[in-house]
């Protein structure tokens, strides 16, 4: 069964403070990981996809990296407005296409 | 470009009554997934729909839930007999083939 394990479950961070988000992930085979923010009463709103392993991606304050086994995203100087709750998924190779989420990590940044 | 689209946004159920929530996809894509989430869970997969086929709906339960795509109009969710359990806010996501999902903004059922 796919697995998805995300920490810390919350961060709190000072304005400018850089730091890392971690997901541990085990699949069967990997089709694609992805990583959505999700603000507080509204949908996940894409981020990134990452299909091999030394795969990263940048977006603003944003970059995600990926290994066999995790996924970081990095935040670097982070903003008030990047507070939201980040969620990592796994889609795994065959017929099913299907996501299988983490629980999420809630960062808040404070000004 | 317009995005998912669902609707209700709120939904507000007694107990043993039914519900039904819709999903438009993003234009072009033509595959539909239906995600629940409850309170301090992560989302959980639950259906996958093409256009009047059902590929996978080994998350949904046996009973009260069931999904379409039909050819014509949206992707519905249909509980029936709903029970406070089934509480939670209920996530479509559309792909044009096997990639990236987009979300829609989610229908907050609550069962009184």
């Known amino acids: 069964e796919d697995q998805v394990t995300q920490s810390p479950e919350a961060l709190r961070l000072q304005e400018g403070e850089s730091s890392s988000l971690n997901c541990s992930y085990t699949?069967?085979?990997?089709?694609?990981l992805f990583w959505y923010r999700q603000d507080p009463g509204k949908g996940p709103e894409f981020l990134f996809t990452l299909y091999s392993a030394g795969e990263e991606k940048e977006k603003e304050r944003l970059k995600a990296t990926l290994t066999k086994k995790e996924s970081f995203l990095h935040i670097t100087a982070p903003k008030p407005e990047d507070s939201a709750t980040y969620l990592c998924a796994v889609q795994a190779t065959g017929a099913n296409s299907k996501l299988t989420f983490g629980k999420g990590i809630t960062l808040s940044v404070r000004p | 470009n317009a995005g998912v689209m669902q609707n209700p946004r709120h939904l507000v159920r007694r107990r043993g009554q039914e519900a039904r929530l819709r999903c438009s996809p993003m234009?072009?894509?033509?595959?539909v997934y239906w995600y629940r989430q409850l309170p301090e869970e992560g989302l959980k997969f639950m259906v996958y729909l093409q256009k009047e086929n059902i590929i996978d709906e080994s998350g949904m339960p046996k009973e009260r839930f069931s999904a379409e795509f039909p050819k014509e109009g949206p992707s519905i969710l249909r509980i029936q007999q709903v029970v406070r359990g089934d509480s939670a806010a209920y996530f479509c996501?559309?792909?044009?083939?096997?990639?990236?999902?987009?979300f829609g903004p989610g229908t907050r059922l609550l069962v009184l």
């Open positions: 699949v069967s085979g990997l089709r694609g």
């Open positions: 996501a559309s792909s044009p083939q096997k990639e990236t999902q987009y």
């Open positions: 234009k072009g894509h033509s595959h």
